[in-house]
């Protein structure tokens, strides 16, 4: 079924990690960003946008960070215990959802530049396969060999980076998250749930400034991008 004006939309946050990359002393989504935590960034967009009807969020059992921030009292987020890895998060924020026509709309905690322009392009997406926010390949991309070397050049045409949010039907894509991880399969994001299905989800360009913070450089970058936006 295709998303229309009445379904509800639940935004799902996989928020359990502890990003060990950073090399810092809490989880990478509690670390500060121009005063706010990125998760608070991340929250805040997505509990505005007038579409979204609830957040739900999964974190870890032992969290004890999120009861300070400013949206841990918010009406419309929802808080559950996630997993241990991503995609078990995001199966269980699933679960939560009890209205079979709604859609998810899954959004990496550590992605605090989300701009609401992207979340309605992702919207306003065509057909009833789901859709997920990328970006086109840009740069030569090389397939390396055992030895470290270059084994060959890969056409970069139709290669994509995947980015979130991802938006499909709620109640199908708990039922691939959960057919996934009884084959054993490595689900790396919720569209590649969807592909074992036979799903063919849609690739919607997102804007460049919808980053992904894992190292220190890209706490750094993301400040310089949300200090600009502020800056408008």
């Not at 396969?129 to 470290?148: E, N, W, Y």
């Given at each position: 079924?295709?998303?229309?004006?009445?379904?509800?939309?639940?935004?799902?946050?996989?928020?359990?990690?502890?990003?060990?990359?950073?090399?810092?002393?809490?989880?990478?989504?509690?670390?500060?960003?121009?005063?706010?935590?990125?998760?608070?960034?991340?929250?805040?967009?997505?509990?505005?946008?007038?579409?979204?009807h609830k957040v739900i969020v999964a974190?870890?059992?032992?969290?004890?960070?999120?009861?300070?921030?400013?949206?841990?009292?918010?009406?419309?987020?929802?808080?559950?215990?996630?997993?241990?890895?991503?995609?078990?998060?995001?199966?269980?924020?699933?679960?939560?959802?009890?209205?079979?026509?709604?859609?998810?709309?899954?959004?990496?905690?550590?992605?605090?530049?989300?701009?609401?322009?992207?979340?309605?392009?992702?919207?306003?997406?065509?057909?009833?396969?789901?859709?997920?926010?990328?970006?086109?390949?840009?740069?030569?991309?090389?397939?390396?060999?055992?030895?470290?070397?270059?084994?060959?050049?890969?056409?970069?045409?139709?290669?994509?980076?995947?980015?979130?949010?991802?938006?499909?039907?709620?109640?199908?894509?708990?039922?691939?998250?959960?057919?996934?991880?009884?084959?054993?399969?490595?689900?790396?994001?919720?569209?590649?749930?969807?592909?074992?299905?036979?799903?063919?989800?849609?690739?919607?360009?997102?804007?460049?400034?919808?980053?992904?913070?894992?190292?220190?450089?890209?706490?750094?970058l993301a400040q310089l991008y949300l200090?600009?936006?502020?800056?408008?």
């Amino acid at each position: 079924m295709p998303l229309n004006e009445s379904a509800p939309l639940y935004a799902v946050v996989p928020a359990a990690g502890v990003g060990k990359r950073m090399g810092a002393d809490r989880p990478k989504q509690y670390l500060l960003l121009n005063d706010r935590t990125i998760l608070s960034h991340t929250l805040s967009v997505l509990l505005s946008h007038p579409r979204i009807h609830k957040v739900i969020v999964a974190l870890g059992p032992e969290d004890g960070y999120f009861d300070s921030l400013e949206e841990a009292r918010h009406p419309r987020l929802i808080r559950v215990d996630g997993g241990r890895e991503r995609s078990d998060s995001v199966r269980l924020a699933l679960a939560a959802i009890e209205d079979e026509a709604a859609w998810a709309l899954v959004h990496d905690a550590a992605r605090p530049c989300l701009h609401h322009d992207d979340i309605d392009r992702l919207l306003a997406f065509p057909g009833d396969q789901g859709a997920i926010l990328a970006s086109p390949v840009r740069d030569t991309m090389k397939r390396a060999g055992a030895d470290g070397t270059i084994d060959h050049t890969v056409p970069r045409e139709a290669l994509w980076h995947a980015l979130t949010p991802q938006l499909f039907p709620a109640e199908a894509l708990h039922q691939a998250l959960v057919r996934g991880e009884q084959a054993g399969a490595v689900i790396t994001d919720e569209a590649s749930a969807m592909e074992r299905e036979g799903w063919h989800p849609a690739l919607v360009a997102g804007r460049p400034d919808n980053i992904k913070i894992t190292h220190p450089d890209d706490l750094r970058l993301a400040q310089l991008y949300l200090a600009s936006r502020e800056a408008q």
